[in-house]
């Protein structure tokens, strides 16, 4: 199993998805960083309501998550086959690099740290898609939700062990994301613009995982 595809190294990225949109939310402006569909459902009753401004606020968000995804295949298309860095790595290093940008802009400028924590978050669903070998996204929990009640379910149904274990891996998933956005809604009080660093500290921490692991450098997955 890749180092990418721990739970442990899951746990640390969803435990930081939870933080940043708890950050967004309560720092900047009420925008969700990771939630683009009530970001979605924000931006068409806006619209529809004739306050183009206020809908602007949710629509650019959502155009930096697709920008996001775009850029970060893209990287992993370029360096799919370098044996030097690998494109996980290389997406991690442009993540903490905006997120550390973001710590630094004021408060005045919450648009703009809005669409950099949108465009870095979105680099990390597309990047870590696995858990186990199990489908999961780290900075949302809706298909989490489906994945671990659906395997639940056939687990009390067939008693196949596998499905508990399948279950279990994204309830878990689940809580931790929950108490990182509950550990960033209580921080993002006391630090303020700066709570976002600890996302920073976190996914070095994931970064230098994977510099311990020599074979996820060579893997091509």
Known sequence: ???????????????????????????????????????????????MQ???????RYMWPLVSFACGVFVAERIEHRLKMNEKLHWRQAILFVEMIVLAIVGLLPLSMEMV??????????????????VHGYGYASTMCIGNLRNGTESLSQYMRNKDKESLRKALHFFGIILIF??????????????????????????????????????????AV
Request: with cysteine; proline share 1%.
């Open 1 to 47: 199993m890749q180092t990418s595809e721990s739970f442990k190294l899951s746990a640390l990225l969803s435990f930081s998805g939870g933080l940043q949109d708890a950050y967004t939310y309560n720092v900047r402006g009420n925008i969700f960083a990771n939630a683009q569909t009530g970001n979605v459902v924000l931006m068409s009753q806006n619209f």
């Open 50 to 56: 004739g306050d183009v401004t206020q809908a602007l």
């Open 113 to 130: 740290a809005n669409i950099m924590v949108s465009f870095a978050c979105a680099m990390q669903v597309q990047t870590f898609r696995k």
């Open 178 to 219: 929950a108490i990182g956005a509950g550990v960033g809604g209580i921080l993002s009080g006391m630090l303020g613009i700066r709570t976002i660093w600890i996302s920073v500290a976190i996914l070095l921490g994931v970064t230098l995982m994977m510099l311990n692991r020599p074979a996820d450098s060579r893997d």
